[in-house]
């Protein structure tokens, strides 16, 4: 016989909710960090999210996700030096 929510002690409810309120502020501090840029050479134009037109051959900082999102796509290539050129 599983316990039903009602049968559940009254600290187990505490030290749930308690969980879940960590939980949310783990989340919140993740998402308030800055996310790492890395830069790209843009080899077809594109289009920020703003509408702003990005022209080919021009290097820009955009984070890690779109980075691998437009070198996936064929639209861009890393325009960060290999170990050992710097």
Known sequence: ????KQDLPEG????????EAAAKEAAAKEAAKPK????????RDIWDDDGTRIAKGETVNVTVEVA????????????DPLPGEV
């Open 12 to 19: 187990n409810m505490t030290e749930a909710a308690a969980k």
């Open 36 to 43: 790492k840029a890395t830069p790209i050479k843009v080899v």
């Open 68 to 79: 691998k999102k437009l070198i996936g796509e064929k639209k861009a290539e890393r325009a």
């Open 1 to 4: 016989m599983t316990a039903k």
